[in-house]
């Protein structure tokens, strides 16, 4: 079995320079709307009873003018999953419970109601097999066609560039797992979804690396413009009730059904961490 031990330092590094880049990105964003805001790092250490080595990360939160509140999360975490859940998880079972498991979260929760809410994730993970996953949605209380396009026009060129139908793929993935199923509703207007993207050897990983690396991208090109398009148009009482019952429907489905949440939870990681996603405020009727 390969040894994914340099690969996982490798997607490491990429995930943390990502983070310190759109951190700085938003910043200064929050420099332009006249705020002082700035992330505020917490590390935290994982416990696994018997483990000398669970890894960590870091939980990365600012609150400010524009970014109501916007967590951007680094972690590495080394271990064994519990036994009926690791049945669940591609290339693990209950005689192979081992993972490591390396990634960057994002979501974004906005001020101004006409301002998209947004998620992004990428990670690389190994058990008895080796893959990425990942993804990126816009999640708009106001969709504005011009910002849909624009995001999707950024994630459909990376995927272009690293698979013919890698688009048509992820992004109709992405109407599917982006879906509230006890609303009958799409949490946002779409974008990519991808997992399991397997490395069956080092160059496979270089591939899924490359990938993983052009989503982060085309992330950073596409969302601060959409914001500062947004960020100062006017709103009203009506246009904020309206982004807060969509955050209401947003927090439905990262408790009930985001896989990144439930894996967090059963691997022992850190809970403010993991429920970073939830926003400040939300409403239902």
């Known amino acids: 079995m390969t040894d994914w031990t340099t690969q996982t330092e490798q997607a490491r590094s990429w995930f943390e320079t990502l983070r310190d880049r759109i951190c700085a990105a938003f910043e200064e964003i929050e420099r332009e709307a006249g705020s002082d805001a700035a992330f ?115 994630l459909k060129a990376a ?32 974008g990519i979804f991808y997992d399991h993207l397997e490395c069956e050897d080092l160059a496979g990983f270089e591939a899924n690396l490359a990938f993983t690396r052009a989503v982060g991208e085309a992330f950073l090109s596409a969302f601060p413009h959409i914001v500062r398009r947004r960020m100062d148009q006017e709103w009203n009482a009506a246009d904020r009730q309206q982004m807060l019952e969509w955050r209401g429907r947003y927090a439905e489905f990262n408790l009930v059904h985001d896989r990144g949440t439930l894996f967090g939870l059963k691997t022992g990681g850190n809970i403010e961490a993991i429920l970073m996603s939830l926003p400040p405020e939300a409403a239902w009727r």
């Open 40 to 154: 505020e790092y917490t590390p935290w250490q994982r416990e696994e009873e018997g483990n000398d080595n669970p890894g960590g990360g870091t939980r990365g939160l600012m609150k400010g003018k524009v970014f109501e509140k916007v967590g951007v999360n680094v972690s590495t975490v080394h271990g064994r999953f519990a036994p009926q859940f690791a049945a669940s998880i591609n290339g693990a079972s209950e005689e192979h419970p081992d993972f490591v498991a390396t990634g960057i979260s994002l979501v974004a929760h906005m001020a101004n109601p006409h301002v998209p809410a947004v998620h992004m994730n990428t990670r690389f993970l190994t058990t008895q097999k080796a893959w990425f996953g990942g993804g990126a949605d816009l999640n708009p209380p106001i969709p504005y066609e011009e910002d849909t396009a624009e995001f999707h026009a950024a």
């Open 159 to 190: 995927c272009d560039a690293h698979g013919a139908d890698y688009y048509e793929r992820f992004s109709k993935w992405a109407d599917e797992y982006f879906f509230i199923p006890h609303r009958g509703v799409h949490r946002g207007v779409g």
